[in-house]
């Protein structure tokens, strides 16, 4: 079945840091891809989505390309603030199908002053 | 306005017990979703249902049953509780018609079984 493979955490960074988050998938058919994030005591807010190959999601500073050929959504930020500590899922959906999410396993960023 | 909403946001209740969460969404989406996520914060969904239709039963124990009065709310009720049903559950609705739609989500219900 379709599956998500996010880089685990915790990761921790200083204030101003390049951060990067890893993401691959495994799907049957083109799935869309997405990054939620989920700060402490809430629930998930999507972040950015891709719908197609080469496809470029960006928001708030963060950017992930859709990569058909590496299977890849890899999360990046150039400059990170304290105010992005929070948990980051990489998920899937299949749009031909249930359009339920498959979610990555989350990964924890803290961003210390 | 709150777009999806679930109540209680806290849960303590002992095993055996009976209890029900409820979710409503006020954005006019025709699919709504439970998912759960655990200690290790990994999420995963329980049902999803269409305009009150039942589309998504992800192998959840049939202690678990959802339900949809109208299209704008899915309630989950639990019977015999047990330890390991501690967790976050998570409602949510999307437009549907495809999977490239955002899904938006309440704030979680924290469920602890003691």
């Known amino acids: 079945g379709d599956s998500v493979t996010q880089m685990e955490g915790p990761v921790t960074l200083s204030e101003e840091a390049f951060l990067t988050i890893n993401c691959t998938y495994t799907?049957?058919?083109?799935?869309?891809l997405f990054w939620y994030v989920q700060y402490p005591g809430e629930g998930l807010q999507l972040l950015l989505k891709?719908?197609?190959?080469?496809d470029k999601g960006s928001n708030k500073g963060f950017e992930a390309t859709y990569r058909k050929e590496t299977t890849s959504f890899h999360l990046e930020k150039g400059s990170v603030q304290v105010s992005d500590s929070a948990v980051y899922f990489c998920a899937l959906s299949d749009p031909g199908g249930s359009e339920k999410l498959v979610f990555g396993k989350g990964t924890k960023l803290t961003v210390n002053p | 306005d709150t777009a999806v909403s679930q109540t209680p946001k806290y849960l303590v209740t002992q095993m055996g017990n009976d209890k029900s969460i409820k979710c409503e969404q006020n954005l006019g989406h025709d699919t709504m979703y439970w998912y759960k996520q655990d200690s290790k914060k990994f999420l995963k969904i329980m049902f999803s249902y269409n305009n009150k239709e039942l589309i998504i039963n992800e192998t959840v124990p049939n202690r678990f049953s959802p339900k949809s009065p109208d299209k704008a709310h899915l309630n989950l009720h639990i019977n015999s509780l047990e330890l390991g049903d501690s967790a976050v559950y998570f409602c949510a609705s999307s437009r549907g018609g495809g999977g490239n739609t955002e899904a938006f989500f309440g704030q979680g219900t924290r469920l602890t079984v003691v």
């Open positions: 891709a719908t197609k190959a080469d």
């Open positions: 799907a049957t058919g083109y799935p869309s």
